[in-house]
DNA sequence: CGGAGCGGGATTTTT
DNA sequence: TCCCGCTCCG
């Protein structure tokens, strides 16, 4: 008999012939006959309430550690289990490609290998992609469109700045990509930025700069990360008939982190799950007002608080036992967020022990503060607990710093999470955007950015040149380029140059379909020169980047072709450590949600650091309550240690400057956290860190440490090194393996030569005006290439189309 | 084109 | 104080 979890639109007819039909009578008595399955029953009272309430709209406000991504995975599962609709008619949504991810992963282990036919789970930007290439033309765009990242979108913007004549000095691009991604993460489009907003931007050019931009991407036939979700909304607001289709298609949605859902993702989501004449729509939002901490790029708690007002009826379960941390920390977690005001309000308890009190200790400065950690770890690790097991979560990511120095002087083993993220980095951009160009040859900014990488001596002057032309003949510059290659335009050294880059291009585009995609890739890079100079650098992070580009073509196989592969990684950015030997992890409180630890080291309580004074500033008491929040969300990470720190001097910018406790400390519970008093007194007096130095110098020859550096000699400080350079290194995901292969649309090349031969209106003896050579005579014409005598510059062979006829 | 020299800015970060 | 990006100059 068909498996149910196998499901999936072609099985269909044979499913209704071998079993009942899903979501029918039968199939509902058949799972009532067996009972409730095992995998709900393994689940507490609560956890099983949001499971089961299959019908209208439910709320689960999930604290820290008390089984939301259990209960968002079992609920799908049960959904599909119980024939309530199957694995294609269920909407999914996480935040990031990791969580979407791993949703698979437990959907699959829970319920066999249901995950590849859920079609429509994963991040609010894959599934508005995918909706958007089905219907691109409804918003004006071609199916193929590219995605471009941040980087192209302020070159974009630069771009149009300079063309309205905007001086980008005093109104930098980065700024304007900031003001329309608000715009856009509020769901407004152009037309609707309130005035006063769209006006203090370039006197009063706030509104037709973003207008403009907008229409760049349109002709550019691309999207900024922003429209895959503004563009997506437009598209099902302005066609009732799309929209509908899909209100039809997704009868169950669940939706993960609810409480970091921007305005546009919660316009989306309330409009596919609006109640299309046949009852409640099923939606199942998952969160925690506790742990928003996005509210800065956007999120709006609100929408979490508002939830029973937008889904009149919801059923709402409160999941408040806690199975990750001891008593005591969940008591100084609880007290410390009770101090928020506008929570929906829970209280997390567990059946275990109370364990170890958090303990809070001052220190002089943020060297006394590593130190005092890695001893503390060393302390640790003699007593038998793994590095993997120990974090430590700083506000701000200049504190890494302080630690990684320590660490790397004890030979203690480390990873940061999240350094500068993978595909941010220079070369795998600059890889990537050589594979763009070879299968999207009109993808003008990726050209961009390797026309010139490695020095093939075409710099800003010859680029000029070619975008002159380009904007001239309304083509995209690969185009432009070959044209131009054919003329005097450029000087022959650099002609030759373009000419070679574009006979590469052309090999490689002519393999597209023969050669399996990853070895293009290397052939790619081999050949355009790309990995020689990387090869010849001779600086110390050379040999990491050429191992980035193998990862990056080693994580090529998992796709089906280049399209999808580029597709995936316009969307994915998550960075993870390759396993290896135990490591202590060192991240921001943002990049820790989500995540758990035996020990939990939170240093730098202090005010202006945390609370950061510029959430304060800029953010008032809301402000005031994310920061908590992200306190709240360091404490709860601990399952058995939390360590708190406080320096009494710290450098900011450079200056020294004495620091007061953070607030947040004295709204902790005093019964229920430990002060540390520190053995040498060393708090407080000048020159005591010195004498404390010399201390815990002198006992460092028992550490693991001193050890590890008798032991394994020169070796153990190159493992320090290394991880050190291994700084935020990554893993692939497997998240777009399943998209369907898409590529841009094929262009035929020298159509244009073709065109412009037969309309060549050139006469010999014609006076005609060339954009760099000035005025001057036709002497033949041969094709549409025009030999030319000009009063200023001399004989030039050049492109009729770069010339008019002299007036 | 590439290097030196200068000025401004310096939380948190995913897609 | 340090780092990045831009400008200017060789």
Aim: glycine share 10%; charged share 30%.
């Amino acid at each position: 008999m068909t498996d149910p979890f196998n499901l999936d639109e072609s099985d269909l007819p044979a499913a209704r012939a071998a079993g009942p039909r899903p979501g029918g009578i039968a199939a509902r008595a058949q799972a009532a006959m067996a009972g409730a399955p095992r995998y709900v029953e393994a689940l507490n009272p609560e956890q099983r309430a949001a499971v089961e309430a299959l019908d209208g709209p439910v709320l689960v406000l999930a604290g820290a550690g008390t089984g939301k991504t259990r209960v968002l995975t079992t609920r799908i599962a049960h959904i599909i289990a119980t024939g309530r609709a199957r694995a294609h008619e269920i909407l999914a949504v996480t935040f990031t490609n990791k969580a979407a991810r791993e949703m698979k992963e437990r959907i699959g282990a829970l319920a066999g290998p249901v995950a590849e036919g859920m079609p429509w789970l994963g991040t609010f930007h894959s599934i508005g992609t995918k909706i958007l290439r089905l219907h691109a033309e409804l918003v004006g765009l071609k199916s193929g469109f590219t995605i471009l990242d941040t980087d192209d979108q302020i070159r974009l913007i630069k771009q149009v700045l300079q063309a309205e004549n905007v001086d980008d000095k005093r109104w930098p691009a980065r700024q304007l990509a900031i003001l329309i991604d608000g715009w856009k993460n509020r769901g407004l489009e152009p037309a609707r930025v309130p005035a006063g907003e769209a006006e203090a931007f370039a006197n009063g050019k706030g509104r037709a700069l973003y207008d403009f931009y907008q229409r760049r991407l349109k002709q550019l036939n691309a999207v900024d990360f922003g429209d895959l979700l503004l563009e997506g909304l437009r598209l099902l607001r302005d066609n009732p008939d799309v929209l509908a289709e899909y209100q039809r298609r997704f009868r169950y949605i669940l939706v993960d982190e609810y409480q970091d859902t921007n305005t546009v993702q919660y316009l989306w989501l309330r409009l596919l799950a609006q109640a299309a004449g046949d009852g409640p729509r099923n939606i199942c939002c998952v969160g925690d007002d506790d742990q928003a901490i996005y509210g800065w790029r956007g999120a709006d708690v609100d929408n979490i608080l508002r939830f029973e007002k937008d889904f009149p009826g919801a059923f709402v379960v409160r999941l408040e036992r806690n199975y990750r941390s001891t008593g005591h920390i969940l008591a100084a977690a609880a007290h410390l967020i009770a101090h928020n005001e506008g929570r929906l309000g829970k209280t997390l308890f567990t059946d275990g022990d109370d364990g170890e009190m958090p303990a809070v200790q001052g220190v002089w400065d943020s060297e006394e503060e590593a130190r005092v950690v890695g001893e503390d770890i060393e302390q640790g690790q003699r007593r038998g607990e793994s590095l993997e097991e120990m974090a430590i979560l700083v506000r701000a990511s200049f504190q890494m710093r302080e630690f990684e120095e320590r660490f790397i002087t004890l030979g203690l083993p480390y990873r940061v999470i999240g350094g500068p993220r993978f595909y941010e980095r220079a070369e795998i951009r600059d890889a990537l955007a050589y594979l763009r160009c070879v299968a999207q040859p009109a993808d003008d900014l990726a050209f961009e950015r390797i026309v010139n990488t490695p020095k093939r001596g075409l710099g800003e002057a010859a680029l000029q040149t070619l975008h002159d032309h380009a904007r001239r003949m309304e083509a995209p510059l690969m185009r432009t380029a070959r044209l131009i290659v054919e003329t005097e335009e450029l000087k022959p050294k650099q002609r030759q140059a373009l000419r070679a880059l574009m006979d590469d291009f052309d090999r490689w585009s002519a393999l597209i379909d023969s050669k399996p995609h990853n070895e293009l890739a290397e052939m790619v890079l081999e050949e355009s020169g790309y990995v020689d100079m990387w090869q010849k650098d001779r600086s110390a992070d050379a040999a990491g980047r050429l191992e980035n580009l193998k990862e990056l073509v080693r994580s090529m196989e998992e796709f089906p072709d280049l399209g999808a592969f580029l597709e995936h990684i316009s969307l994915v950015m998550d960075a993870e450590n390759a396993e290896g030997e135990e490591r202590v992890s060192i991240m921001t409180l943002h990049a820790a949600k989500g995540l758990e630890f035996d020990t939990v080291y939170l240093p730098g309580w202090e005010e202006g650091l945390f609370p950061h004074q510029r959430a304060l500033d800029e953010q008032g008491r809301s402000g005031l309550e994310e920061e908590r929040r992200l306190a709240y969300v360091g404490v709860t990470r601990a399952r058995k240690r939390a360590k708190i720190f406080f320096a009494t001097n710290r450098r900011i910018r450079g200056l020294w400057q004495t620091t007061i406790p953070s607030r947040f400390l004295d709204e902790l519970p005093a019964d229920h956290v430990e002060v540390v008093e520190q053995a040498s007194a060393s708090y407080g007096g000048y020159g005591a860190s010195r004498f404390n130095a010399l201390d815990s110098f002198g006992s460092s020859y028992d550490t693991p440490g001193w050890r590890r550096a008798q032991t394994r000699g020169p070796a153990g400080a190159a493992s320090a090194a290394g991880a050190y350079a291994e700084r935020g290194g990554y893993s692939r995901g497997a998240q777009g393996a399943s998209s369907p292969a898409r590529r841009g649309p094929a262009t035929i090349e020298g159509e244009l030569v073709a065109k412009s031969a037969s309309a060549s209106a050139y006469a010999a003896g014609t006076r005609v005006f060339h954009l760099k050579f000035g005025n001057g005579s036709v002497v033949s014409v041969e094709g549409n290439k025009l030999t030319v005598e000009f009063d200023k510059a001399g004989r030039k062979m050049v492109l009729d189309s770069f010339v008019e006829k002299a007036g």
